[in-house]
């Protein structure tokens, strides 16, 4: 295979990131989305014990731990089916130890 015009192959082009040192990784603990639409607090049961917060008017941010990609799918299908717009989706980290 050519190598790429700055000289590098392409294997080496795109290697993915180093990791960080070990105890310097940053790792999501939650998240924070940001919806279009007031939700009442009640609403908290039906996203899993989230918090439900509308903090600005005709906005509502929705907080809390989320397990893995899969559960932040979850959790975005449910606002979807609520017929809500996304404003933002916001990751919440903690250093790990």
Do not use: N
């Not at 050519?2 to 603990?29: F, H, N, T």
């Not at 989305?33 to 918090?51: H, K, T």
């Amino acid at each position: 295979m050519p190598p790429l015009r700055d000289g590098r192959s392409l294997a080496r082009a795109y290697r993915p990131p180093r990791q960080q040192e070990k105890g310097s990784r940053v790792a999501p603990i939650g998240y924070a989305i940001r919806v279009r639409g007031a939700l009442d607090p009640a609403w908290s049961s039906w996203f899993e014990g989230m918090d439900v917060q509308s903090d600005r008017p005709g906005e509502t941010v929705i907080a809390g731990p989320v397990a893995d990609q899969a559960a932040l799918h979850g959790l975005l299908e449910k606002i979807r089916d609520l017929g809500l717009s996304i404003i933002s989706v916001h990751e919440r980290h903690q250093e790990e130890p």
